[in-house]
């Protein structure tokens, strides 16, 4: 990675960080879901960046990829454990971060604490060549020493320029045979911990989409749309309230399933904990270094 590249990484991870504390700092009881979302996606913007993907505001057993719709009248409520899942991009270089915190309670603040350490364990270890397994082992055993389970089907990630995901994984459970980090790669590191069962299953798509590929569409809504999300989000996550301004609701309900059907776009699904456990979520966006790694969210 050259040095112009870890300089986006790091503009990214300095925008992202403060939209995950903004967003934590404005969660109140009563709030909407839809206007918090739509806050901190502002305030990417007005820090310079894009969002990465849709602001994942998930609740309670709820681990992953929920993010509102524009008509969603969901509201915080007392006791609800939330995790606010944010990422930013500076063309397309991207950090990813997460934090959880319940509302007027304290019943799950020690699964929120054994999330949070797992992160901070893992951290402690990644530098280049260093055997995943073990990383892996570090999480569960701080996540298990709370009395919790790890999800062991959710992972971190590699990230590289406009991919989100790449092949790179960072699991919350030792594997063998894992990929090694090496010096300069972006990876996001994001222990789950659970009360339940310790995996999730897909729920209801959650208005979350992206890219797979471009092919010709024979209705104009759907090409308009098609070129649309080429232009704005290229392979990145988008949520179907990004697109409004440019279509009515028919329209776009209309676009966006057609586009699922001929297969140029995928649905995200809602990932809820199968044992309908609460889950708690910790994240941060590394560089790895010869001697570490640099947290940059």
């Not at 082992?137 to 062991?152: C, M, N, V, Y």
């Not at 309900?253 to 910790?282: D, F, H, M, W």
Request: one cysteine or more; a negative charge; glycine letters at 10%.
């Amino acid at each position: 990675m050259g040095n112009a590249n870890i300089a986006e990484y790091r503009r990214a991870g300095k925008v992202a960080g403060a939209a995950r504390d903004f967003g934590l700092s404005i969660v109140k009881e009563g709030g909407k879901l839809v206007d918090l979302a739509q806050d901190v996606e502002s305030f990417i913007v007005k820090m310079g960046a894009k969002p990465a993907f849709p602001v994942n505001l998930s609740l309670n057993s709820v681990a992953a990829h929920y993010t509102p719709s524009k008509y969603d009248e969901t509201v915080f409520k007392r006791g609800d454990v939330v995790k606010l899942d944010v990422g930013s991009h500076v063309d397309g270089f991207i950090a990813d971060t997460a934090a959880t915190m319940e509302i007027g309670t304290m019943r799950h603040q020690e699964m929120i604490v054994a999330a949070q350490s797992a992160l901070e364990a893992a951290i402690s270890l990644m530098r280049p060549g260093v055997d995943m397994y073990v990383v892996g082992a570090a999480i569960e055993g701080q996540i298990k020493s709370r009395g919790f389970l790890p999800i062991r089907n959710l992972t971190g990630h590699g990230l590289e320029r406009y991919q989100l995901h790449t092949g790179f994984s960072v699991s919350n459970v030792p594997l063998k045979g894992e990929s090694k980090p090496f010096s300069g790669q972006a990876v996001a590191i994001e222990p789950f911990a659970t009360n339940g069962a310790g995996k999730v299953m897909d729920g209801d798509s959650g208005g979350i989409y992206s890219l797979i590929r471009a092919k010709p569409q024979k209705d104009a809504d759907s090409e308009a749309l098609l070129t649309h999300i080429i232009n704005e989000f290229h392979t990145l996550p988008f949520a179907d309230r990004w697109c409004e301004g440019k279509f009515s609701e028919k329209e776009l309900n209309s676009a966006l399933k057609t586009l699922v059907r001929t297969g140029c776009i995928r649905p995200y699904r809602i990932l809820v904990e199968a044992g309908e456990g609460i889950v708690a979520q910790a994240e941060h966006t590394v560089i790895v270094q010869d001697d570490g790694c640099e947290v940059i969210t």
